[in-house]
């Protein structure tokens, strides 16, 4: 980074606001393509809350910013690819090996097996329904009619044109399901498919987003991230950290962006103000955004910015939801109760949905083992283990835990399943744990919500985009950060 005491003032052709994996990729595009970029970013570490950061020789996902991201540690990657192939970054990933997605029953202490096509969309379509219709209804419904119908509904909804799906974005699930498919016991299948994956609240998911979802995924091996030198999501990020420096790019970290400049309709540059409260000018015609959309305003004088998209980044923000994490070192892995074998692994993917007696049993998080999916998650002959719960805004009616005890009371009912009911030895195993508290927005609580998204190119400021996960665009969870990157350089190219 060049010196900031020097005069205040530094010109680039492009100024990336946030070190998340959409800013580093939008940076490592630009640069790849002859511009002179800088990424400025108030914390002194990169990626947002697709990252994360040592603890304990350990790593540690998602936790270290309030902002935009959360999720899994294997992804679909498609854009990511693409993306870094625009770059000229080299991303290690390899393919997700997980045999099998087990759903645990929290109130009935039972567990099923769901094959791992129910993500991949591999296998013999048939006996794949088959089986998610023995685990979802029991063997008494699953009847020739219902996996008929559960499969002409996925065949439907997976084979959709892209006029059909955008045109669908606004209708709520469990109103297509009572318009378009007739039997009962189909619907709680697919309802109960979205909310193991997760879509929840199922019933009001968007039956345009599902179908754009199952689209740009399914029939796609997710992978995982395999960094030689970091681990977790934080090996996501490395790669384009490494490309950025290694062209000279201009990081300007511990440098909080106070203001997005605009002059006549067009950006001019970024305020940022650093911890000592310097102040630093930022020139450029270029400014891509990777913070939330509704906090656009808080940069820029909101008259200057389209209502639309003010009210459509508004619409996203009202489905934020908090993320708990219950983190541990373990020393060994745990003995499963039911059939005394130590945990395998085959099936890193453990979901938890609760709802005694319910049709339909809502998801209430889950738990896995990042180093099962990353090698250098843990140290050598330990395991890490993550147990989580995304707060559904449904408590009191009202948005998030106001208080840390209840916070910590609703994570604890999934840590009293995996204690008492699932495990024998689980305590016997943990060497360290710590609870993780992370903030509203998280982007799995509104990626398959009905509502439409704003846009990543501002229409009336000229050279302003907004490419973050609160973007209208397709790509799959993480994937869909690098879409949005793209969508903006190239955009951005298309302009000269």
């Not at 982007?443 to 000229?462: F, I, N």
């Amino acid at each position: 980074m060049r010196d900031p005491t020097a005069n205040g003032t530094a010109d680039y052709d492009a100024v990336v606001v946030g070190a998340s994996l959409a800013g580093l990729a939008a940076a490592a595009i630009l640069s790849n393509r002859g511009h002179h970029v800088a990424v400025v970013d108030q914390l002194g570490y990169p990626g947002g809350k697709v990252g994360g950061l040592p603890f304990r020789d350990y790593w540690l996902d998602w936790g270290h910013r309030d902002g935009h991201g959360i999720g899994d540690l294997a992804f679909i990657a498609p854009h990511i690819r693409a993306a870094a192939e625009a770059a000229g970054v080299t991303v290690n990933l390899r393919p997700f090996t997980g045999e099998c997605i087990r759903v645990h029953w929290l109130h009935e202490g039972r567990t099923s097996e769901l094959p791992g096509e129910l993500v991949t969309a591999g296998g013999d379509p048939l006996e794949r329904v088959r089986a998610l219709c023995h685990a979802f209804v029991g063997e008494a419904e699953t009847t020739d009619a219902t996996v008929e119908a559960v499969l002409d509904a996925q065949t439907r909804l997976g084979t959709m044109d892209d006029a059909e799906a955008w045109r669908l974005v606004t209708v709520k699930m469990g109103d297509w399901l009572r318009q378009n498919v007739g039997n009962a016991a189909a619907s709680r299948v697919i309802l109960q498919t979205l909310e193991t994956i997760p879509f929840t609240p199922a019933e009001e998911a968007s039956v345009g987003r599902y179908a754009l979802f199952m689209r740009s995924a399914f029939g796609e091996t997710p992978v995982v991230a395999d960094d030689p030198d970091v681990g977790g999501v934080q090996g996501l990020i490395a790669p384009w950290m490494r490309v950025l420096e290694e062209r000279g790019c201009d990081l300007w970290f511990e440098w909080k962006p106070m203001e997005i400049v605009t002059h006549d309709g067009r950006v001019t540059g970024v305020v940022a103000r650093s911890m000592h409260s310097l102040v630093q000018l930022l020139r450029a015609p270029v400014v891509i955004s990777t913070r939330p959309g509704w906090e656009l305003p808080d940069l820029v004088e909101e008259h200057v910015l389209p209502r639309s998209f003010v009210a459509a980044a508004r619409d996203v923000r009202s489905f934020g939801a908090d993320v708990l994490c219950w983190w541990a070192g373990l020393q060994r892995l745990p003995t499963r109760r039911a059939d005394g074998a130590v945990e395998d692994h085959s099936s890193p993917w453990q979901r938890i949905l609760s709802g005694a007696g319910a049709a339909v049993h809502r998801a209430h998080g889950g738990f896995m083992y990042p180093s099962a999916f990353s090698r250098r998650s843990a140290p050598p002959d330990r395991h890490l283990l993550c147990v989580w719960l995304v707060d559904d805004g449904e408590r009191a009616g009202e948005r998030g835990w106001r208080r840390w005890a209840d916070a910590q009371a609703a994570i604890d009912t999934n840590l009293e399943y995996l204690r008492g009911s699932y495990y024998a030895d689980l305590d016997d195993c943990v060497e360290w744990s710590h609870y993780q508290w992370c903030p509203s927005p998280g982007w799995l609580s509104w990626y398959g919500k009905p509502v439409h998204r704003h846009p990543v190119e501002v229409p009336t400021v000229d050279g302003l985009y907004v490419a973050a996960s609160t973007a209208e665009g397709v790509g799959s969870f993480v994937d869909s950060e690098c879409a949005a990157a793209l969508t903006a350089c190239d955009l951005i190219a298309a302009k000269g």
